[in-house]
């Protein structure tokens, strides 16, 4: 008798750590984003597994107790490997750890970090030479443990293809769904984010630490009048001027409240913006990439490649390969070919 055989491939595997003492918000973060099924969205999700040093139960902040189903041997199989943080900063990472971490990556999985997971990927030498980001508070520690590494403490999340690092908490959910965006394109990720009921996507450069947090209303309000004026119609010239004058203030006032408000310049943002909006045009239309860059208002297909290159770390023509070949976006580092190929 014949054995059926399946052609349906595996899902990928993500692996996150649990350990004693954790805080919870960032483990559930993962399992939010990856532990649930999403059979709407028409693509392949997740097989999510919880990974632990033990399988005594486990502490975490808040008084209740949580037990992992899976040990390192199955955190070094994976194909993503998320450290959602360490016990102490100041103290030396678990050998074990270390060394699934370094098989992990040895094997070609994608490891990331959030807060302070970024120590337990420094201690095993994984962000040697690289930029890497932590928890604001932790960066100069983390650049006096690990000299080697090339600490950015101004950004949200650093993506250097097969190793990625976030900030911390909040930041954690903009760099999983940069990797969903990653994996299944802008559409998947945007409707995870809508579930979520959070931004769909935050440039990892933005600012992770905005000072004055508290603002007067009106002051948002004008600010983000100007926003909504913008991204009306992107395709249009728009300068401080324009958006001061929307927003009824004058230029230096509108530049101070904008950087309060947003951590970046307006023309950044701008530029950010234009680009986001020629994703979805290069993902599901075969216009020319001329015609896109000036559709999103790019003065010249020159500019065009060069913001969109310095954003997305690869070429509109690459990005829309990646797309009509694969059905998922283009990688995001020179480096990263690597590691998109998980399990």
């Keep these: 008798m014949a054995i059926p055989i399946s052609l349906t491939p595996p899902l990928p595997t993500v692996a996150v750590l649990a350990f004693d003492g954790m805080g919870p918000f960032e483990l559930g973060c993962v399992v939010e984003i990856f532990g649930l099924p999403r059979p709407e969205l028409g693509v392949p999700w997740y097989d999510l597994r919880v990974c632990a040093e033990t399988t005594r139960p486990l502490r975490a902040v808040g008084g209740f107790t949580l037990q992992a189903e899976h040990g390192l041997d199955v955190l070094a199989e994976a194909g993503t490997v998320i450290v959602p943080g360490v016990p102490d900063v100041r103290g030396p990472e678990s050998p074990g750890l270390v060394a699934a971490l370094r098989r992990a990556h040895d094997r070609g999985a994608r490891v990331v970090s959030i807060c302070s997971g970024a120590f337990a990927l420094a201690a095993a030498g994984l962000l040697d030479g690289r930029e890497a980001t932590t928890h604001w508070k932790y960066t100069d520690l983390l650049q006096r443990r690990f000299p080697a590494v090339r600490v950015n403490a101004s950004v949200l999340y650093v993506d250097a293809g097969d190793v990625l690092t976030s900030a911390g908490s909040a930041a954690g959910l903009d760099l999983l769904l940069h990797l969903v965006r990653a994996d299944h394109g802008p559409g ?3 409707a995870v984010a809508r579930r979520l009921v959070v931004a769909p996507h935050r440039e ?3 600012a992770q630490f905005i000072e004055a947090p508290v603002r007067p209303v009106e002051d948002d309000d004008a600010v983000a009048r100007a926003m909504e004026w913008a991204l009306a119609d ?5 300068t401080v001027a324009d958006l001061a ?3 009824h203030m004058s230029e230096r006032s509108f530049l101070r ?3 309060r ?3 970046t310049t307006p023309l950044r943002w701008v530029i950010s913006q234009r680009v986001a909006a020629s994703l979805p045009m290069l993902e599901a239309t075969a216009a020319p990439v001329e015609e896109i860059g000036a559709a999103v208002g790019f003065d010249s297909p020159v500019t065009f490649r060069q913001h969109f290159a310095r954003t997305m770390r690869t070429s509109p023509s690459a990005y829309r390969r990646a797309f009509t070949t694969t059905g998922a976006s283009a990688v995001t580092s020179p480096d990263a ?4 190929q998980r399990r």
Excluded: M, S
């Design 188 to 190: 998947v990720a945007n």
């Design 204 to 206: 990892g450069g933005q």
């Design 234 to 238: 992107l395709a249009r010239p728009i």
């Design 245 to 247: 004058r929307v927003a």
């Design 257 to 259: 409240h904008f950087r």
């Design 261 to 263: 408000r947003t951590g």
């Design 337 to 340: 070919g690597r590691a998109r």
